[in-house]
């Protein structure tokens, strides 16, 4: 049974930094494709970053050059370091998990998805 927990989300200033984490268990973590998703109240869910199982990222464009998606597939778990963070980034932040992905960023390529974690920004 998949099971995916996020953590690290909390509220920062505008221009601070978080990391979220996302602890994998039940399956096979290094192959599958793992992803970052938000959504904010009131609009779609979003693709931030996604890794697939053979390590190459895919990052939605308003977040390049500020978020990195990593891994510890030791530890499976998917990292999101989140930098120079602003408002519009306010959202629940949601990691998904499955396999034969195609299209990273899009949420309806996953079927296994974690419960959130908010993440405020505050200008």
């Known amino acids: 049974q998949v099971q995916l927990v996020e953590s690290g989300g909390g509220s920062v200033q505008s221009g601070g930094s978080l990391r979220l984490s996302c602890a994998a268990s039940?399956?096979?973590?290094?192959?599958?494709?793992m992803g970052w998703f938000r959504q904010a109240p009131g609009k779609e869910r979003e693709g931030v970053a996604a890794i697939d199982s053979d390590g190459s990222t895919s990052y939605a464009d308003s977040v390049k050059g500020r978020f990195t998606i990593s891994q510890d597939n030791a530890k499976n778990t998917l990292y999101l370091q989140m930098n120079s963070l602003k408002p519009e980034d306010t959202a629940m932040y949601y990691c998904a998990a499955d396999r034969g992905t195609v299209w990273l960023l899009s949420p309806n390529e996953y079927n296994y998805w974690g419960q959130g974690t908010q993440v405020t920004v505050s200008s």
């Open positions: 039940g399956y096979t973590y290094s192959s599958y494709c």
